[in-house]
């Protein structure tokens, strides 16, 4: 595995690699590696020559009120889990190396932003397409993959690629679960004993929608609200939102129809949850 932290060094051995036809499976990543980024590592690793895992703990998508420097990083863990699964370049720059002078130019997201989880963290996505923006450069992936926890982010990033003609193949991966059913997170270690055994009961709220929906169910406001009384029954969580809106453009629905996304974000004591299923509703 090759470590690289200069982002002139990626792009030449990128630029050399696509020269030899080869392609190239990127997996961005803000480092302190979990199973959710193991298996997009994995799935790069099938389809692709070259294996390229980012780590880079992006500032411009931090708001005034996150804490950027308290962020989790373990290197050793990183590079130990990114050798395992054949990764063979880790590009792991410095801020100023990516951010060596002021910006003159930042993208900003003016669609499928304002809603989910979006809706609190005005900003954060205009620093996560700017930064992707710079990444995809360097990169020069053929093939760039996101777990579907995130739904909001894969939309975004779609728009990105398609808006500014990036010549790379958007590879959404599926969330990977408990045996329970409970997305895994590495906020789930925040929850309680009681807590834990009343998570998977997000994602089984979320199934009691589809079914609904697959029932028949046209009407989003009954879906979300026997979703809402499904969780608050068998949880004592906080919901934050549960919302179905189209996908990926992430606008509201009047009738449940074509490809929606169901999500959910429930707040227990020490750890806010996210969940969600994207499927086809038919006509
Ligand atoms: O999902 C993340 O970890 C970050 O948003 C990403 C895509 C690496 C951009 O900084």
Redesign the pocket.
Known sequence: MKVIHSPDELQEVAISYKNEGKTIGFV???GFLHEGHEKLIEEARKENDIVLL?I???P??FGPHDDLDHYPRDEQHDRKVASRLGVDLLFHPDVESMYPHEPAIKLTVIRRTDVLCGRSRPGHFD??VT??AK?FHLGLPTRVY??MK?AQ?VAV?DGLIKDFHFPVELVPVPTVREPDGLAKSSRNVNLSAAERKEAPFIHKGLVHGKVLIQDGCRNPEKVNNAVKSFIEKHTHGKIDYIEILSYPELESVASIKGRIILAAAVKFNKARLIDNLVMEAGD
Do not use: A, E, I
């Open positions: 961005p990543t803000m980012s880079f703990v992006n411009l998508q620093g996560v930064v992707l990444l996101f777990g995130d982010q990033v």
